[in-house]
């Protein structure tokens, strides 16, 4: 259906189209965009494409994204040691991290993880995170995963296999976001919000 | 703001950020989505670029996409001569063939004019088509532009640049879209609806 009758805009068009998000309209688009720009942006493009894909390791302590043997965040003496946040991927450290609210380091698990469909956390990433707590001497591990069944399950996944560990074990507060309205919160919210009520 | 701290990948970020319609989340998303691609595919996504980029050159007869001298439509010998329709870009062309309600050849004046603003199609474009409608003794013009003020502007500019010449000019009828309802069209499409009206 995407055929321009020209071999190569359509295979370009092709991979667009594999883009997460990324429709028919939206890969022609992006396919025509690239035929109008000069020469040296496509070159570049082409250059960081590959350069990402080969340059780009994961953390050896983290699991998150690296350039050298460490990520940006664990080569940092700045960082707070002893307290570390689990999230599922490097997307979701990277959007704590831009939000500044955060300044100890992370734990990256490596994917989402669906308990429900058998989908289970390899246990050699359980067994990374344990050494990694024991030979850090982390004293708290902040689980900061989504606010779902499998989030959910995915923490108590964690939780289990470091509860005999001397390490405290927390979690994101689930609430009412500021400048939200009780009015138009979902019913999970607000129970989880009840449940987590504090004295003022 | 697009800082992951590696700095191949924000590289790659900014890039995919000037796609047309895609943000910071959105450029963010491709590039992962990249980083988990098998480097085969990436390979092959920076080779399309490239040759997308250096082996399409304008159709020497329409200035549609071509690979070739001439382009995939202006090559074929059963499409149907003497009949021409005018876009504004090649990605009207293509639209149009998808559908596939014309089989005659195309005319790109290349690019989108707003002769309100200053942007008048340049005169060379104007007078390629009319040597093209002489040479190939064309008998109708189809102008394929959009239904706007500009489109409306851009149609005058060519029918006057070929009024002279024994050739019927046309355009796309408006009016009220098949399956639309009278109930929820905009006042300027049923005017032109009403204006042109045919007997039964």
Redesign the interface.
């Given at each position: 259906?995407s055929?321009?009758?020209?071999?190569?805009?359509d295979?370009?068009i092709e991979?667009f189209k594999?883009?997460?998000?990324v429709g028919e309209k939206?890969a022609?688009?992006?396919?025509?965009?690239?035929?109008q720009?000069p020469?040296g942006?496509?070159?570049?493009?082409?250059?960081?494409?590959?350069?990402?894909?080969?340059?780009?390791r994961p953390c050896r302590i983290c699991g998150g994204?690296?350039?050298e043997e460490l990520?940006?965040?664990c080569a940092d003496p700045k960082r707070s040691n002893g307290i570390i946040c689990v999230v599922e991927?490097?997307?979701d450290s990277?959007v704590i991290?831009?939000h500044g609210v955060f300044d100890g380091r992370y734990h990256v698990l490596g994917g989402r993880f669906s308990p429900l469909d058998g989908e289970e956390i390899p246990s050699d990433r359980l067994d990374a995170l344990r050494r990694r707590l024991v030979q850090e001497g982390v004293s708290e591990v902040i689980l900061a995963l989504n606010p779902s069944v499998e989030g959910e399950l995915t923490a108590m996944a964690v939780r289990d296999a470091i509860v005999d560990l001397p390490v405290r074990v927390t979690r994101l507060a689930f609430g009412i976001p500021v400048g939200g309205s009780i009015g138009f919160v979902d019913s999970a919210t607000l129970k989880l919000a009840m449940e987590g009520r504090r004295g003022l």
């Amino acid at each position: 259906m995407s055929s321009t009758g020209v071999f190569v805009v359509d295979r370009l068009i092709e991979k667009f189209k594999r883009l997460p998000g990324v429709g028919e309209k939206g890969a022609r688009r992006f396919a025509f965009f690239v035929l109008q720009q000069p020469s040296g942006w496509v070159e570049d493009l082409a250059r960081d494409l590959l350069e990402a894909k080969t340059a780009v390791r994961p953390c050896r302590i983290c699991g998150g994204l690296a350039e050298e043997e460490l990520c940006p965040i664990c080569a940092d003496p700045k960082r707070s040691n002893g307290i570390i946040c689990v999230v599922e991927t490097v997307e979701d450290s990277l959007v704590i991290e831009r939000h500044g609210v955060f300044d100890g380091r992370y734990h990256v698990l490596g994917g989402r993880f669906s308990p429900l469909d058998g989908e289970e956390i390899p246990s050699d990433r359980l067994d990374a995170l344990r050494r990694r707590l024991v030979q850090e001497g982390v004293s708290e591990v902040i689980l900061a995963l989504n606010p779902s069944v499998e989030g959910e399950l995915t923490a108590m996944a964690v939780r289990d296999a470091i509860v005999d560990l001397p390490v405290r074990v927390t979690r994101l507060a689930f609430g009412i976001p500021v400048g939200g309205s009780i009015g138009f919160v979902d019913s999970a919210t607000l129970k989880l919000a009840m449940e987590g009520r504090r004295g003022l």
